[in-house]
């Protein structure tokens, strides 16, 4: 029998981490179709063909979402707190990965002539909530994956690895699912694969079980491969300490205002890009007349512009730190916010257009691509300057605090937008609250350190 020499010690460890690394990428992977396909470019423009009415649809659409940001604002906190002395954060991942599959995949019963708004939005709901759960402890998994200078490069690959999911993914359903509503056939001409029938929209529908099949079938590597360090059972008392715990880190949140400052701009300018991502497809459907097939391809150049730039994107925070790369992505989606509520199929940034003319067409392709490559960026490095800014000893609280950060007000945009939308009955009035809030993250972000206030 033969036994590791000294030196095959450091390669077998080496080999561990690289295994957890992907594996955790593959949550990335396997989450980001939410984002992709129900979120933004197939199920929200079909909600919208459903309903008939953009303006109403962006008016529901927003509340809906509003109401789970609500949710998510209340517990994600107390869940953080929980995880850091409640032993295994695996048990709470297998839990929010239940809601996410049975959310989405129950999304198959959005039938049109049968179509319940309500129901529909409660399942939508219940994914979103999954989800967003789940990473708050698949993010607070980020530290223990490779040393501090390494962590913005990782953090950048499983945002690119994500990207490269939904891309999969949103060709699947453009090829061989998503029919257009006028000829029953998808972008390439075929008739939805498995005998799904074109007249009752089952093609687009599958958007729902195919989301929830892909997440069940890639956390398989992710639940293989990432070992949580805390793997035991909850400590008696555990809950009790964890809001404790979480009282006093509130506390003394002010006397961390690199922290505080952060987490407040990080509440802002999140928000406004979570908004962009929401409305992006069902805006282009009822602003633009986009079919959900248009929009799918809108999307397809967004997400390869997301992966390269999320790539691209790791390796200059590793260079240069989070903070730059922050602030320049706030600057150029502030000026993507701007030109959206300029842009409309009668005028672009104020000079009219001929009728069939394909400049907003454009115009609107080249703004989805910069919301790709920058909202991919900054949710990358957002993620890297957290751990930056947190105590160690309380990661995943502190990504519950990110949590809360981004969805403290998660429900401001959609509601300000739906607001706006109902008040003005126009959709392109109804999305210029994130102008605002883009800008009030960016002001904030002038009092985070680089370093948080460890470096102070």
């Given at each position: 029998m033969t036994t590791a020499t000294t030196g095959d010690a450091p390669d077998l460890r080496a080999s561990t981490m690289r295994r957890r690394i992907w594996g955790w990428f593959f949550f990335d992977w396997a989450s980001q179709p939410y984002n992709t396909l129900l979120i933004t470019f197939i199920f929200a423009p079909y909600v919208?063909?459903?309903?008939?009415?953009?303006?109403?649809?962006?008016?529901?659409?927003?509340?809906?979402?509003?109401?789970?940001?609500?949710?998510?604002?209340?517990?994600?906190?107390?869940?953080g707190a929980l995880a850091d002395t409640g032993g295994s954060r695996m048990r709470w991942i297998w839990l929010f990965s239940l809601m996410y599959v049975a959310g989405s995949g129950m999304l198959w019963f959005a039938a049109p002539g049968d179509f319940n708004l309500v129901l529909t939005l409660i399942f939508f709901a219940?994914?979103?909530?999954?989800?967003?759960?789940?990473?708050?402890?698949?993010?607070?998994?980020?530290?223990?994956?490779?040393?501090?200078?390494?962590?913005?490069?990782?953090?950048?690959?499983?945002?690119?690895?994500?990207y490269v999911g939904g891309l999969i993914t949103l060709v699947l359903m453009l090829v061989f699912f998503a029919e257009s509503a006028a000829t029953g056939k998808t972008f390439v001409g075929l008739t939805p694969l498995f005998g799904l029938d074109p007249e009752?929209?089952?093609?687009?529908?599958?958007?729902?079980?195919?989301?929830?099949?892909?997440?069940?079938?890639?956390?398989?590597?992710?639940?293989?491969?990432?070992?949580?360090?805390?793997?035991?059972?909850?400590?008696?008392?555990?809950?009790?300490?964890?809001?404790?715990?979480?009282?006093?880190?509130?506390?003394?949140?002010?006397?961390?205002?690199?922290?505080?400052?952060?987490?407040?701009?990080?509440?802002?300018?999140?928000?406004?890009?979570n908004g962009m991502y929401a409305f992006g497809g069902i805006y282009a459907a009822g602003v633009l007349g986009w079919s959900v097939v248009d929009t799918g391809i809108f999307g397809i150049l967004a997400i390869v512009s997301g992966a390269v730039f999320a790539w691209l994107g790791g390796m200059a925070d590793t260079r240069f730190g989070p903070k730059p790369v922050i602030t320049v992505c706030i600057v150029i989606l502030t000026g993507v916010a701007v030109s959206i509520v300029l842009v409309s199929r009668d005028s672009v940034f104020g000079v009219a257009q001929a009728p069939g003319s394909t400049l907003p067409d454009l115009i609107f392709y080249a703004l989805g691509a910069l919301i790709g490559a920058a909202g991919g960026v900054i949710q990358s490095a957002s993620r890297t300057m957290m751990v930056r800014q947190a105590n160690p000893g309380r990661m995943t609280e502190a990504f519950g605090l990110y949590a809360l950060s981004g969805k403290a007000t998660s429900f401001l945009a959609p509601m300000l937008i739906g607001v706006a939308t109902w008040v003005s009955g126009s959709q392109q009035f109804g999305v210029s609250p994130l102008i605002g809030l883009f800008v009030i993250g960016l002001v904030l972000l002038l009092w985070v350190k680089p370093d948080g206030d460890r470096a102070a």
């Open positions: 919208k063909e459903l309903i008939g009415d953009g303006a109403v649809a962006q008016t529901a659409w927003g509340f809906g979402i509003a109401a789970a940001g609500i949710v998510i604002a209340l517990l994600a906190p107390v869940l219940l994914g979103l909530i999954g989800m967003e759960f789940a990473t708050i402890f698949t993010n607070s998994m980020l530290p223990d994956l490779g040393p501090r200078e390494q962590i913005g490069r990782i953090s950048g690959n499983g945002w690119a690895f994500g009752m929209r089952e093609g687009t529908r599958f958007v729902g079980p195919l989301t929830a099949i892909w997440y069940a079938v890639f956390m398989i590597p992710f639940f293989v491969f990432v070992r949580d360090p805390r793997a035991g059972p909850a400590p008696k008392g555990a809950v009790k300490r964890a809001l404790s715990g979480l009282q006093s880190t509130l506390k003394s949140l002010p006397k961390t205002p690199s922290l505080l400052a952060y987490l407040a701009s990080s509440m802002f300018y999140r928000d406004a890009l």
